[in-house]
């Protein structure tokens, strides 16, 4: 197959278009300079923003961010691991990139499982030795694991949103938020505006440096009420009982990563995927929130470490 097109210049051009104009003097704008930018076209013709780094020649890690969120989060953690493995990415279709007028595209668990074997095949990829699941994005790693689209040698799962078929201890995000955006894709676009109005009344006062990036970046999906829509019709895919249930068949080496400050998703959650899974152990990591995935020095080490 042809490979796609590569990029190097991407300050605020495409593919970080929904960038607001400061993002050119972020920590994470430089940091992501390591990715080299592949347009790939999916079997629907949706077009896929796909980033690599590292030697195409080193065995491949395939990292899958939380679903709509942007791949500056993974930047840090992408070029630590590029000294020593091919890293493979890409930002979900829809999301973080929507204009006005943008047809809704597929946004099912089938979809994005297809989607990342489009990027590994565009970018001339081999198949993964490590993947590399983050909050959401967790859902697409497991389906396409369990149905054996995907496949590797090692797994590490970072703060996993997923919905569990067991009793637990829940955050307040998990206890409402995760219920409300099955609502909102059920009920459609009328009622995304209404939540997308409350999300933007709550706004508050604006950290700096890399934490404040990750806030803004962390916001994105709900820029509109158009994307806040589509962030929900995401969300609800992941609302797939059969996904924790078959957790079990998965026997390869899989470290599972929790950050002790996560105000977003329970340490339990993280806990109880450990203990179903077959070969699996849990690592808290201290003194960050959600996004450690970004910010967190540590678990980029133990990362590394891991699949090392």
Same mark, same amino acid.
């Given at each position: ?46 077009? +896929?923003? @796909? &980033?690599?780094? $590292? ?6 890690? *395939?990292?899958? !961010?939380? #679903? ?62 490590? +993947?590399? @699941? &983050?909050?959401? $994005? ?6 396409? *694991?369990?149905? !054996?689209? #995907? ?158």
């Amino acid at each position: 197959m042809t490979q796609a097109p590569v990029s190097n210049s991407i300050a605020l051009s495409r593919p970080y278009q929904y960038l607001p104009s400061e993002a050119a003097n972020w920590r994470l704008v430089e940091e992501s300079r390591v990715f080299r930018h592949h347009p790939v076209t999916a079997s629907d013709g949706e077009t +896929i923003h @796909a &980033f690599t780094c $590292g030697a195409q020649e080193k065995p491949t890690v *395939l990292l899958i !961010n939380a #679903l709509g969120m942007s791949s500056l989060l993974l930047a840090r953690l992408a070029k630590v691991l590029s000294g020593d493995f091919h890293v493979v990415t890409w930002e979900t279709r829809g999301l973080p990139s929507v204009g006005p007028d943008h047809t809704l595209p597929d946004l099912s668990l089938k979809r994005h499982v297809n989607d990342a074997l489009t990027v590994l095949s565009q970018t001339g990829s081999t198949a993964p030795f490590g +993947i590399v @699941a &983050f909050c959401s $994005g967790v859902n697409v790693a497991l389906r396409g *694991l369990m149905q !054996n689209k #995907l496949d590797c040698d090692r797994l590490c799962i970072v703060s996993p949103s997923i919905h569990l078929d067991c009793s637990q201890e829940e955050t307040d995000y998990q206890r409402t938020m995760l219920p409300m955006w099955l609502d909102v894709a059920e009920r459609g676009q009328p009622y995304a505006s209404l939540i997308h109005r409350l999300l933007q009344s709550k706004s508050g006062d604006q950290e700096t440096g890399l934490t404040g990036e990750v806030e803004v970046l962390d916001k994105l999906p709900f820029a509109t009420a158009q994307s806040t829509f589509i962030y929900a019709i995401m969300q609800a895919s992941c609302r797939d009982e059969t996904i924790f249930a078959n957790a079990d068949t998965i026997s390869i080496p899989t470290l599972v990563v929790h950050c002790d400050n996560d105000e977003i998703i329970h340490a339990d959650t993280s806990r109880q995927l450990t203990s179903k899974l077959a070969n699996a152990r849990h690592l808290k990591i201290a003194h960050h929130a959600h996004y450690g995935i970004c910010t967190s020095d540590e678990m980029h080490i133990e990362i590394m470490n891991f699949l090392c």
